[in-house]
């Protein structure tokens, strides 16, 4: 079972546009939700992360919103370029006293058309 | 700095071989942890350590074996392998901060495939 839910599977997208990728998750306990960019061969490397006292953080053409209410949150990536395609990947983290550990969403492949 | 570092990039056995993939980071990190992804499963937690000499169990730890001699080094063993372990394995590191939290930093992968 898994603890977060990532939607859409895979997302195609005219360049210029905009791709929104959304999350949802169960656990209240999650107080931590970055989300992680993964190019073909490579690692996933951290892209942007929010803490649920806030309602949204923007980082250059990348946007988190979070809605505390619904256990979701989502990924708005502004005037989509080609080398934004990529795998993505939301997850979600309690509060580590020793390690923090994260759950994982199940990845959105992003392909940005020229 | 290297960052983390995951040796061999490729690997396949046949099904009850033993093999031990290798992770090393050069930033002095605290934590480390094993990742497996498998297509539609996003990253799953295989096992973790806060230090040399302390490892933990993950999401997924059966099969696998882990131990941490060193700050640098995390080894990650598989005794007995069967085909259910075909995955893409990540490692990470990150710093310990009490009550904060880490941007993990991932290896660049081991694909393995069990025959």
């Known amino acids: 079972q898994q603890q977060v839910k990532q939607s859409p599977q895979s997302l195609i997208v005219q360049k210029g546009g905009i791709s929104i990728i959304n999350c949802a998750y169960e656990?209240?306990?999650?107080?931590?939700f970055p989300w992680y960019q993964q190019f073909p061969g490579k690692g996933p490397a951290l892209l942007i992360a929010?803490?649920?006292?806030?309602s949204e953080k923007k980082e250059g053409r990348f946007t988190i919103s979070f809605n505390k209410s619904a256990k979701q949150f989502s990924l708005h990536i502004m005037d989509s370029q080609p080398g934004d395609s990529a795998t993505y990947f939301c997850?979600?983290?309690?509060?580590?006293?020793?390690?923090?550990?994260?759950?994982f969403g199940s990845g959105t492949k992003l392909n940005v058309k020229p | 700095n290297a960052g983390v570092t995951q040796t061999p990039k490729f690997q396949v056995l046949k099904t009850g071989q033993s093999m031990t993939l290798q992770c090393a980071q050069d930033m002095n990190h605290e934590y480390m942890s094993w990742y497996r992804q498998d297509p539609g499963m996003g990253l799953r937690l295989i096992h973790y350590s806060v230090g040399a000499g302390i490892t933990d169990q993950g999401e997924v730890p059966n099969g696998y074996n882990v131990s941490r001699s060193t700050t640098e080094d995390f080894p990650l063993r598989l005794l007995s392998a069967a085909p259910s372990q075909t995955s893409v394995y990540f490692c990470?590191?990150?710093?310990?901060?009490?009550?904060?939290?880490?941007?993990?930093?991932f290896g660049p992968g081991t694909r393995l495939t069990v025959l």
């Open positions: 929010i803490r649920p006292d806030v």
């Open positions: 990470a590191s990150s710093y310990r901060r009490t009550g904060a939290y880490n941007e993990q930093f």
């Open positions: 656990n209240t306990a999650f107080d931590y």
């Open positions: 997850a979600a983290s309690i509060t580590p006293y020793n390690f923090n550990k994260f759950y």
